[in-house]
């Protein structure tokens, strides 16, 4: 473990600060491809990473198609060179002319959004006709999630035919995000992924055999892409998102999967309260606050200690035993989610080689660029 996160210099960086090393991205990418098989099967989502530099690595493995989950992750991706952009997301109120305005900005951008209620999807149609534009609307699926989405049956039925005959949007396919699947034994994830597959093929075969286009069917998650990926089906689409920078939770759920920890916050002891407890300049400014309390970050280096305690700028360990830990002392943690800790940070310090080589913005952390 220590090899692999080597920092030379590590005392010039300040704390807390967060700290990409760029061959295990690498690495990881490279794995993301080998279980899907092909680069033309995958639409990775940018959600966990947000920087440009990282779109331009996929580009160059020749991934074209790529996910979102907002308007300013959508135009850093464009402003990246994607051609091919997917914001999986389901667009209301003021973002609806945004989406105007982005289509206006890039023309030449394959763009599609979600939908799964007909009163948006109207006014979406409504301004799209109205500035003579078109946009592809993907139908999103509730795949017992039940977060978004439509259940599969007459209603999704009814719904896709309105979005394949409505003026200015086209009919982009469909989406199934199957994130509740957390089984850490693989063939019961497996069993639980394949089951819940049913509904949606059972779906897409009623929308063909009524005549329906579905140019894409977008699936999966970290979890649950390399189940999918056993399936041979021309119009699947993998989107996972994590496994860029893979994180502890992912890696403490599933066990299975041959991603590496990419992403890490190099914090300090900034106190020693008692002889078994030690304080860090890492609250929850620096690192997620999710999961709940206790569970949020690893310390590989203290095996066994326990997060006691997080104000927004410290986190207290209890280390069960006595230290040897002093103020200034630096040690790299891993998140246990990665994706919102990105967010935290404005920027990342790039490892590579063991040594500091750049500075990447992590630039669609912000909800508005210029859009």
């Known amino acids: 473990m220590s090899d692999l996160y080597a920092i030379e210099s590590a005392d010039s960086l300040p704390s807390p600060s967060l700290i990409l090393f760029e061959d295990l991205i690498d690495r990881n990418i490279?794995?993301?491809?080998?279980?899907?098989?092909?680069?033309?099967?995958?639409?990775?989502?940018?959600?966990?990473?947000?920087?440009?530099?990282i779109v331009r690595k996929l580009l160059d493995h020749g991934i074209t198609r790529h996910k979102c989950a907002t308007l300013a992750e959508a135009e850093m991706l464009a402003e990246a060179g994607a051609a091919d952009v997917f914001l999986a997301y389901n667009i209301v109120g003021p973002n609806i002319d945004r989406v105007v305005a982005y289509r206006k900005r890039y023309p030449a951008v394959r763009f599609s959004v979600t939908a799964d209620d007909p009163r948006p999807l109207a006014s979406l149609s409504r301004r799209m006709a109205e500035e003579d534009l078109t946009i592809e609307v993907v139908m999103d699926l509730d795949t017992?999630?039940?977060?978004?989405?439509?259940?599969?049956?007459?209603?999704?039925?009814?719904?896709?035919?309105?979005?394949?005959?409505?003026?200015?949007?086209?009919?982009?396919?469909?989406?199934?995000?199957?994130?509740?699947?957390?089984?850490?034994?693989?063939?019961e994830r497996k069993s639980a992924v394949k089951g819940g597959r049913l509904a949606l093929d059972q779906l897409r075969d009623k929308l063909l055999v009524n005549g329906f286009s579905i140019p894409r069917i977008v699936v999966g998650g970290t979890g649950s892409f390399p189940i999918h990926a056993e399936y041979s089906d021309p119009q699947m689409e993998l989107s996972p998102g994590t496994v860029i920078f893979h994180d502890a939770g992912y890696g403490s759920i599933y066990p299975d999967l041959?991603?590496?920890?990419?992403?890490?916050?190099?914090?300090?002891?900034?106190?020693?309260?008692?002889?078994?407890?030690?304080?860090?300049?890492?609250?929850?400014?620096?690192?997620?606050?999710?999961?709940?309390?206790?569970?949020?970050?690893?310390?590989?280096?203290?095996?066994g200690a326990k997060e006691v305690l997080q104000n927004e700028e410290h986190l207290v360990l209890e280390t069960g035993k006595p230290h040897n830990l002093q103020p200034g002392d630096a040690q790299l943690v891993f998140p246990w989610h990665i994706c919102p800790t990105v967010a935290l940070h404005q920027s990342a310090t790039v490892v590579r080689g063991g040594k500091i080589s750049d500075e990447w913005l992590v630039q669609a952390r912000n909800r508005f660029l210029t859009i």
């Not at 993301?32 to 680069?39: E, F, H, K, P």
């Not at 989405?149 to 982009?172: D, F, Q, R």
């Not at 309260?273 to 999710?290: M, Q, Y």
């Open 30 to 53: 490279r794995e993301m491809i080998r279980i899907a098989g092909s680069v033309d099967r995958l639409r990775p989502h940018c959600k966990t990473h947000k920087m440009p530099q």
């Open 144 to 187: 017992g999630l039940q977060r978004t989405g439509i259940a599969p049956g007459k209603t999704a039925v009814e719904l896709y035919e309105m979005l394949s005959t409505l003026p200015g949007i086209e009919p982009g396919g469909l989406h199934w995000y199957d994130g509740q699947y957390r089984q850490t034994e693989i063939a």
């Open 258 to 303: 041959d991603f590496i920890p990419a992403a890490a916050v190099l914090t300090r002891v900034i106190s020693c309260p008692t002889e078994n407890r030690v304080t860090f300049d890492l609250g929850s400014k620096a690192i997620a606050a999710d999961p709940p309390a206790g569970n949020r970050c690893l310390f590989y280096a203290l095996p």
